[in-house]
T-cell receptor, first 112, second 117 residues
């Protein structure tokens, strides 16, 4: 069973601070996705990274895929209260169903 | 973009009754759907993978007879929680993937909050 270790599990910061969330595995993934979920709703896709070493930016969010495609990070610059939510990384191991393995999630709270 | 609709968004039922949750792909044909369970402030736990026209594949520890999954068409999968008990109370989420978006990410429904009293 492929596992994704996500850290930290909880993070509470002040508006304007920077933060990084990590997602690590001993397994190689064909792609890795980051989602953000708000209470009572389904996860919303933020980004998909496919190539080892890939870096993608989405406004104040920077996503990086490790060279070996075993780990990834999400960096948020100048966090805002609207960034509050559950951030989930999910690895796609390939296979006929392209089943995703989810990390345990990082619950981020950005205080005004 | 691709849309997945889940219904109902919340349901309250009495212990011992059964509840059916629907997951529909609105603008694409979903050959594969996934059902997840999520506890408060925790991540998604995959329960089963559902392929159209065949039996669902359940993850280890998930009771097949308790959580009945039917994927009878390319746009609809259902999850029936049979003889529900309070410990079945949870947030259930479906996601769908279609042939034409095979290498694309999953599209998630908005979840169903089940409360068993």
């Amino acid at each position: 069973t492929q596992l994704l270790e996500q850290s930290p599990q909880f993070l509470s910061i002040q508006e304007g601070e920077n933060l990084t969330v990590y997602c690590n595995s001993s397994s190689v993934f064909s792609s890795l996705q980051w989602y953000r979920q708000e209470p009572g709703e389904g996860p919303v896709l933020l980004v998909t990274v496919v190539t080892g070493g890939e870096v993608k930016k989405l406004k104040r969010l920077t996503f990086q895929f490790g060279d070996a495609r075993k780990d990834s990070s999400l960096h948020i610059t100048a966090a805002q209260p609207g960034d509050t939510g559950l951030y989930l990384c999910a690895g796609n191991s390939g296979g006929s169903n392209y089943k995703l393995t989810f990390g345990k999630g990082t619950l981020l709270t950005v205080n005004p | 973009g691709a849309v997945v609709s889940q219904h109902p968004s919340w349901v309250i039922c009495k212990s011992g009754t059964s509840v059916k949750i629907e997951c529909r792909s609105l603008d694409f044909q979903a050959t594969t759907m996934f059902w997840y369970r999520q506890f408060p402030k925790q991540s998604l736990m995959l329960m089963a993978t559902s392929n159209e026209g065949s039996k669902a594949t359940y993850e280890q520890g998930v009771e097949k007879d308790k959580f009945l999954i039917n994927h009878a068409s390319l746009t609809l999968s259902t999850l029936t929680v049979t003889s529900a008990h309070p410990e079945d109370s949870s947030f259930y989420i479906c996601s769908a993937r279609g042939v034409e978006i095979r290498r694309s990410p999953l599209h998630f429904g908005n979840g169903t909050r089940l409360t068993v009293t």
